[in-house]
C-alpha cells in the first residue's frame, strides 16, 4: 500500500508555512497577489513548457494522450450544463470547474504512479498527466472568457487566448518537443524545468495564506460536492469509459490513478488571477488532498 501521507506530507508543511506567516503579519495580501502573478506568467508556464517539452508524441501513445484530453473536454462540458441547472454565479462555476476537473497530477501524481506502478513506462504517465492537467487549465480559461469575462466579439476573444501565457507555453512546449536535442537544448531545458517547478511550492505557499478565515456554509456544501465529484465520481466514469473503449489494463489502471489525484493548487492561481471564488477554490483543494491520504491508496487497492 503506497504511503500517501509522507508524499503529501510536504505540501501540508507548506501549506501551514503560509499559514503562519499570516498570521505572523510577514505574508500581505498584496504580496500573495505579487506572487500568484509571477506563478501564473512565469513559473505556470514554464511547468508546461517543460512537461510538454519532454513529452514523446509517438504513434502508440498518440492515441492514450488524446484519450486524457477528450475526456477532460467532455466532462467539463457535461459539469458546465450540469450547474447551469442551479442558480450559481459564472465565477462560482468556474471555479467548482477547477475543483473537480484540474487533478493534481504533476506534484503529486507522478510519485504516486512511479510508486504504484513501477512496471508502466513512467514518461506515458507523465504525458497523460500532463495532458489532463493542461487541458483543464485551459478549458477554464476558456470559461472565464465566455461566462465571467463575457467576451462577446469572437475576434477579441481569440485575440485574448492568443496572448494567455498558459496558451503560448502549450504551443511552445509541443513546438520544442519536436525539435531534436542538443546540448544547448537540454541546458534550456533543465533552465526551464527549474523555474516550472517553484509552481507548486510558491502555489501552496500562497494557498496557506486563505486558510485563516471562517468557511460558510454555502461553500462547505458546494465544497463537499465537488469533493465527491472529484474523488469518487471522476475516477469511477473514468474506470467505466476506458473499459469501454477496451484498453489494456495496466492503461486503464493508470487512467484511473491520475483521474484520482487531488485538486491541483494551480487552480487556486487562477481563481486568484480571475477573482473567481478563491476562498471555495481553497477549500476544494485543502478538502481533497487531506481526504486522498484515504481514497488514493483505496483506489491503489481496488484497482489491484
Given at each position: 500500500?503506497?504511503?500517501?501521507?509522507?508524499?503529501?506530507?510536504?505540501?501540508?508543511?507548506?501549506?501551514?508555512?503560509?499559514?503562519?506567516?499570516?498570521?505572523?503579519?510577514?505574508?500581505?495580501?498584496?504580496?500573495?497577489?505579487?506572487?500568484?502573478?509571477?506563478?501564473?506568467?512565469?513559473?505556470?508556464?514554464?511547468?508546461?513548457?517543460?512537461?510538454?517539452?519532454?513529452?514523446?508524441?509517438?504513434?502508440?501513445?498518440?492515441?492514450?494522450?488524446?484519450?486524457?484530453?477528450?475526456?477532460?473536454?467532455?466532462?467539463?462540458?457535461?459539469?458546465?450544463?450540469?450547474?447551469?441547472?442551479?442558480?450559481?454565479?459564472?465565477?462560482?462555476?468556474?471555479?467548482?470547474?477547477?475543483?473537480?476537473m484540474v487533478g493534481n497530477t504533476v506534484y503529486m501524481g507522478y510519485p504516486?504512479?512511479?510508486?504504484?506502478?513501477?512496471?508502466?513506462?513512467?514518461?506515458?504517465?507523465?504525458?497523460?498527466?500532463?495532458?489532463?492537467?493542461?487541458?483543464?487549465?485551459?478549458?477554464?480559461?476558456?470559461?472565464?472568457?465566455?461566462?465571467?469575462?463575457?467576451?462577446?466579439?469572437?475576434?477579441?476573444?481569440?485575440?485574448?487566448?492568443?496572448?494567455?501565457?498558459?496558451?503560448?507555453a502549450v504551443i511552445v512546449g509541443v513546438a520544442l518537443s519536436?525539435?531534436?536535442?542538443?546540448?544547448?537544448?537540454?541546458?534550456?531545458?533543465?533552465?526551464?524545468?527549474?523555474?516550472?517547478?517553484?509552481?507548486?511550492?510558491?502555489?501552496?505557499?500562497?494557498?496557506?495564506?486563505?486558510?485563516?478565515?471562517?468557511?460558510?456554509?454555502?461553500?462547505?456544501?458546494?465544497?463537499?460536492?465537488?469533493?465527491?465529484?472529484?474523488?469518487?465520481?471522476?475516477?469511477?466514469?473514468?474506470?467505466?469509459?476506458?473499459?469501454?473503449?477496451?484498453?489494456?489494463?495496466?492503461?486503464?489502471?493508470?487512467?484511473?490513478?491520475?483521474?484520482?489525484?487531488?485538486?491541483?493548487?494551480?487552480?487556486?492561481?487562477?481563481?486568484?488571477?480571475?477573482?473567481?471564488?478563491?476562498?471555495?477554490?481553497?477549500?476544494?483543494?485543502?478538502?481533497?488532498?487531506?481526504?486522498?491520504?484515504?481514497?488514493?491508496?483505496?483506489?491503489?487497492?481496488?484497482?489491484?
Amino acid at each position: 500500500m503506497i504511503n500517501t501521507f509522507m508524499i503529501l506530507l510536504p505540501v501540508f508543511g507548506i501549506i501551514a508555512l503560509g499559514y503562519v506567516l499570516h498570521r505572523l503579519d510577514i505574508f500581505k495580501k498584496k504580496f500573495v497577489h505579487g506572487l500568484n502573478l509571477f506563478i501564473y506568467y512565469v513559473s505556470l508556464p514554464a511547468l508546461i513548457i517543460s512537461l510538454f517539452w519532454n513529452i514523446e508524441f509517438t504513434r502508440s501513445t498518440l492515441g492514450f494522450f488524446g484519450f486524457h484530453a477528450g475526456l477532460i473536454v467532455v466532462l467539463c462540458l457535461i459539469l458546465v450544463l450540469v450547474l447551469s441547472l442551479f442558480k450559481i454565479n459564472s465565477k462560482t462555476k468556474v471555479a467548482l470547474v477547477l475543483g473537480v476537473m484540474v487533478g493534481n497530477t504533476v506534484y503529486m501524481g507522478y510519485p504516486i504512479l512511479g510508486a504504484a506502478y513501477p512496471y508502466f513506462p513512467i514518461e506515458v504517465g507523465i504525458g497523460a498527466g500532463a495532458i489532463q492537467l493542461v487541458t483543464g487549465l485551459l478549458i477554464a480559461v476558456f470559461l472565464v472568457e465566455y461566462m465571467v469575462l463575457r467576451t462577446k466579439k469572437v475576434s477579441t476573444y481569440m485575440l485574448d487566448l492568443a496572448k494567455n501565457p498558459l496558451v503560448i507555453a502549450v504551443i511552445v512546449g509541443v513546438a520544442l518537443s519536436l525539435v531534436p536535442h542538443s546540448e544547448a537544448m537540454n541546458a534550456g531545458s533543465k533552465v526551464i524545468s527549474v523555474i516550472g517547478q517553484t509552481a507548486s511550492p510558491l502555489a501552496l505557499l500562497t494557498l496557506g495564506f486563505f486558510m485563516n478565515r471562517n468557511i460558510s456554509k454555502e461553500s462547505m456544501m458546494l465544497g463537499g460536492v465537488a469533493v465527491l465529484a472529484k474523488l469518487l465520481v471522476l475516477p469511477i466514469v473514468v474506470l467505466v469509459i476506458s473499459i469501454m473503449l477496451g484498453y489494456s489494463r495496466e492503461f486503464v489502471e493508470v487512467s484511473v490513478l491520475i483521474s484520482a489525484m487531488p485538486t491541483a493548487v494551480t487552480s487556486f492561481i487562477l481563481a486568484e488571477k480571475y477573482k473567481l471564488d478563491e476562498n471555495l477554490s481553497a477549500d476544494i483543494i485543502l478538502a481533497t488532498t487531506i481526504l486522498s491520504i484515504i481514497t488514493i491508496p483505496v483506489v491503489v487497492w481496488m484497482l489491484g
